[in-house]
């Protein structure tokens, strides 16, 4: 029955009856949300623009505004550029495992509910990416179970971990791009 949107200027609304009826809830940020997702009733995140997330411990009654930053080592004009990326998406396996991806391939985990978030992502570079900015951005992310997931965005690429994010590695899709040819 519990449903929530977020939106533009920091939007969220929360339905209590299966979307029959919207609640403004005041998030509290002023950019774009673009994901939200609840660990249970009460605890859930959403991310957005310039690095933005917030999180709620009530249900949505009140959130707290936060920034997600990187904790990779970056040149100074990697750092410059990176510093506030955009937050596609937020995902929880459990009450403790989450992950956020977005802009720059930027990949992040959390093991603690989102107290801290770790950097994942530094295993791509080499994976024919010589550089933290030239990791595609990723648009979605989903795990079976805190080792085995999937991170998708642009370009078709998606990368696959089998141990928790330690190390991430691209796959090559297997569809047809309706011509006839691979």
Known sequence: QHG????????????????????????????????????????????GDK??????????KTWSLSKIGSDQKLSADEALLAQEPVLYSVRFLDQQNGWIVGEFGNIWHTTDGGTSWRTQQETLIGEGFYDALDIPTFFGAAFSDTQNGVVAGLETKIARTRDGGTKWKFEELGFKDGTGDP
């Open 51 to 60: 690095a933005t997330a917030v999180h709620t411990e009530d249900g949505g």
């Open 4 to 47: 929530w949107i977020v939106g533009e200027d920091g939007l969220i609304l929360h339905s209590d009856d299966g979307g029959k009826t919207w609640a403004k809830q005041i998030s509290g940020a002023t950019v774009y949300l673009f994901s939200i997702d609840f660990i249970d009733a009460k605890r859930g995140w959403a991310v």
